[in-house]
């Protein structure tokens, strides 16, 4: 008889090429929950919480750099025993994370620029950067067949897409509240996916 040892999160994924999120979406849940949380409550005509004005950017920040440290681990670690077909698409896929956020900053950069409207960023930075993380979310669902991953890509772009017809703060509840529990509910799926793998 055999026996299946468990997955631990942190660990390599039983097969080459398959990737362990379950760190990754909890890091980013928690980014988005108290990053955007934190913009939530402190922006506004009425503010619920008098906080500075660099400290939901910071926790933001804090929070999407152990997210992106934990994916980072997580794809490299895939990488061992991969393929050529699947290490190539794990490289572009991490090129085209630059390329999107590139395309991101000169988009922002130039909208501003051209138009004088000194909210813009604060809604195109949040909103723009989850719907860069959606579309890459669903392309790497796709490349790796993994329909968790391509599901929380959807969501996030809706969820973004949604966010800006409310403006500030409400952008910020939107994607704090929802984007934080549809992250919470991929880590519980992504535990279920691998122990299935």
């Known amino acids: 008889m055999t026996t299946i040892a468990p997955i631990v999160p942190g660990t390599t994924a039983r097969r080459a090429g398959e990737v362990d999120n379950l760190a990754t979406y909890l ?12 913009a939530a409550v402190s922006h506004g005509a009425d503010p619920l919480v008098r906080l500075p004005g660099w400290l939901p950017l910071t926790l933001l920040g804090i929070g ?9 681990i997580a794809a490299t670690r895939a990488q061992r025993g991969a393929g050529k077909p699947e290490a190539l698409a794990g490289k572009l896929l991490g090129a085209a994370w630059i390329t ?8 922002i950069t130039g909208l501003s620029a051209a138009i004088d409207h000194p909210e813009l960023q604060a809604m195109l ?3 723009g950067s989850s719907l860069v993380v959606g579309l890459l979310y669903l392309a790497e669902g796709v490349a790796r ?3 968790l991953h391509y599901t929380l890509g959807t969501c ?3 969820v973004a897409g949604v966010s800006f017809l409310f403006g500030t703060p409400g952008l910020f509840w939107i994607l704090a509240v929802v984007g934080g529990i549809a992250y919470a509910v991929a880590a519980v799926l992504e535990r279920r996916r691998l122990a299935r793998v």
Do not use: D, E, I, K
Not at 27 to 38: E, N, T
Not at 64 to 72: D, K, P, R, Y
Not at 102 to 107: C, E, G, H, K
């Open 64 to 72: 999407l750099a152990v997210g992106t440290v934990n994916a980072t």
């Open 100 to 107: 999107g956020f590139t395309a991101l900053f000169l988009a």
């Open 145 to 147: 067949r993994n329909a």
């Open 156 to 158: 996030l772009v809706l």
């Open 27 to 38: 890091s980013f849940g928690l980014a988005y929950v108290v990053g955007h949380g934190a």
């Open 125 to 127: 930075w949040p909103a």
